[in-house]
């Protein structure tokens, strides 16, 4: 199993461009997460889904979406980017919510200029 | 929503002693408490987590106590090794709410010293 993956590893958008950054799990797991880490903070909770085709709103939405239209994959969609967007992003998933380990992917670094 | 406070931001310690790291929550509905390890550049792995109907759990050096009372739960490292650097981080899940994600403290960067 290669777990939780996520390309592209590294990326330079300019203000106002627009990217996807991927996330594909193959543990076959329910719950997905996606995170941000700002330097020297903890990870604040972007969006998450329970399943395919349920997404939900977590703590910093704002400037992102998302779609989940198969169980394996969790895209995460920056329209207009900022520079208040450069962070790690980061992606997890967890067979159930409650109680269970989330894993994570390598995370994407991304940088807006 | 839940609100989780880290402490101490950094923590010097010289290797075979213990560290403790300590962490408060504010939703007391909060069930789920994992402790992650992110070594520099790399994802954060789980170390040991506690559900809220035990007290303490221990894995090999490594520990966990909750206090569901005063709403506060630690890390204890004993005998730590040079491995044991990272940056660690503590999480909390509440019920309900809306977000089913976790809420992570601010993390704690461990250095232990030769």
């Known amino acids: 199993n290669a777990g939780v993956t996520q390309t592209p590893k590294f990326r330079i958008l300019k203000i106002g461009q627009s990217m996807t950054l991927q996330c594909t799990q193959d543990?076959?797991?329910?719950?997905m997460y996606w995170y941000r880490q700002d330097p020297g903070m903890g990870l604040k909770l972007i969006y998450y889904?329970?399943?395919?085709?349920?997404?939900d709103k977590g703590e910093v939405p704002n400037g992102y979406n998302v779609s989940r239209s198969t169980t394996e994959d969790f895209p995460l969609r920056l329209e207009l980017a900022a520079p208040s967007q450069t962070s790690v992003y980061f992606c997890?998933?967890?067979?159930?919510?409650?109680?269970?380990?989330?894993?994570f992917g390598p995370g994407t670094r991304l940088t807006v200029l | 929503g839940e609100n989780v406070e880290q402490h101490p931001s950094t923590l010097s310690v010289q290797e075979g002693d213990s560290a403790v790291i300590k962490c408060t929550y504010s939703?007391?509905?909060?069930?789920?408490f994992p402790w992650y390890k992110q070594e520099l550049g790399k994802r954060p792995q789980l170390i040991i987590d506690i559900r809220s109907n035990v007290g303490e759990k221990k894995d090999q050096r490594i520990a966990v106590t909750l206090n569901k009372t005063a709403k506060h739960f630690s890390l204890h490292i004993t005998e730590t090794q040079p491995e044991d650097s990272a940056v660690y981080f503590c999480a909390a899940r509440s019920v309900g709410g809306g977000a089913d994600g976790l809420t992570f403290g601010k993390g704690t960067h461990l250095i232990i010293q030769p």
């Open positions: 997890a998933s967890s067979s159930a919510s409650w109680g269970n380990e989330q894993f």
């Open positions: 939703d007391s509905a909060s069930n789920y």
């Open positions: 543990m076959n797991h329910n719950y």
């Open positions: 889904s329970v399943g395919a085709g349920i997404t």
